[in-house]
Nanobody, 121 residues
């Protein structure tokens, strides 16, 4: 599976962005697609995830209520809608695929190249 993340950019605090993670190669029902982020000097942290097979979604506490993960199976794409963005959301955002739900990035087998999100105050 190859992943292509896109949609990042520069936005003012309070603004919104929608990230996309397009997968080439088949995603199976056992797969889980997650979004992580990594700020300079920090470890990659979990943002949100969704199971490919059903509607179950998972969020980090800081993301719940502001971010929404969704998918379009016809396009083999997972989205992360980010609203009410804050300067502390500034990071490179990555999408990855795992075989089971996990908030640890090391459980994810395939990764996209990352897309930069910068939120100005």
């Amino acid at each position: 599976v190859q992943l292509q993340a896109s949609g990042g950019g520069l936005v003012q605090a309070g603004g919104s962005l929608r990230l996309s993670c397009a997968a080439s190669g088949r995603l199976f029902s056992s797969h889980l697609v997650g979004w992580f982020r990594q700020a300079p000097g920090k470890e990659r942290e979990f943002v949100a995830a969704t199971r490919w097979s059903d509607s179950r979604t998972y969020y980090a506490d800081y993301a719940r209520g502001r971010f929404t993960i969704s998918k379009d199976k016809a396009k083999n794409t997972v989205y992360l809608q980010m609203n009410s963005l804050k300067p502390e959301d500034t990071a490179t955002y990555y999408c990855g695929v795992a075989f089971a739900y996990d908030t640890d990035y090391r459980a994810y087998r395939w990764w996209g190249q990352g897309t930069q999100v910068t939120v100005s105050s």
